[in-house]
């Protein structure tokens, strides 16, 4: 009963370094979500999916990509690592109906 | 446009007494609305949701929500506050489609004292 799992909890990394943060769910959701945290932002929309196969921006795209080769997978990658990007990263899931989103526990990013 | 505005970024309340925490919202058509409770270090959990229907929601923990149509709010209330419920609580909406992402508010953080 994982429901939603990211990995990893914890990274540090330096300017320029690149890296991926995987979201893995177990609960055949279509729609999948990566947000970030900030202290005084609430949750912003980095990128969403809305089916395997399928990406699309949200509210602050740049410097992410994702992929969501897998229906169960949305990975979040950050190709030149910038201290703005320094955040929590939550990942969510949801199915077709009106459900509610589904958030793992988040993934904590620091560069340095 | 969608948009939640939770005014108050910061309350205080003693171990016992009654909470409200507000939310506004702006949405074009019904709108889909939740209350999210977020644990210090943990993921964010849902307390409940409206769609249609009875316009006050019971929700997980003793809350409850009440939709005000006119007053485009969903404000979330507790009638007794314990210490556990320390945290900070987000209030979003959606599409009734369900085909768009949520909208969060910037967030509501709660300090229960003694």
């Known amino acids: 009963n994982a429901g939603v799992t990211q990995t990893p909890k914890f990274r540090v990394l330096k300017t320029g370094q690149s890296m991926t943060l995987l979201c893995a769910q177990d609960m055949n959701h279509e729609y999948m979500y990566w947000y970030r945290q900030d202290p005084g932002m609430g949750l912003r929309l980095i990128h969403y999916?809305?089916?395997?196969?399928?990406?699309a921006k949200g509210e602050v795209p740049d410097g992410y990509n994702v992929s969501r080769l897998k229906k169960q997978n949305f990975l979040l990658g950050l190709e030149s690592a910038a201290p703005s990007q320094t955040s929590v990263y939550f990942c969510a899931s949801k199915d077709f109906s009106n459900q509610p989103q589904h958030f793992g526990d988040g993934t904590r990013l620091s560069i340095l | 446009a969608q948009s939640v505005t939770q005014p108050d970024i910061h309350i205080t309340v003693s171990e016992g007494a009654s909470l409200e925490l507000r939310c506004n919202y702006s949405y074009g058509a019904t709108p889909y609305l939740f209350w999210y409770v977020q644990s210090p270090g943990q993921g964010l959990q849902l307390l409940l949701k409206?769609?249609?229907?009875?316009?006050l929601v019971q929700g997980i923990k003793g809350f409850e929500a009440e939709f005000k149509r006119s007053q485009s709010s969903f404000n979330l209330r507790k009638p007794s506050v314990h210490w556990s419920d320390a945290a900070e609580y987000f209030c979003a909406v959606g599409s009734p489609s369900g085909n768009t992402p949520l909208v969060f508010g910037k967030g509501t953080r709660l300090s229960v004292i003694a």
């Open positions: 999916s809305v089916g395997e196969g399928t990406t």
């Open positions: 409206y769609f249609s229907g009875d316009t």
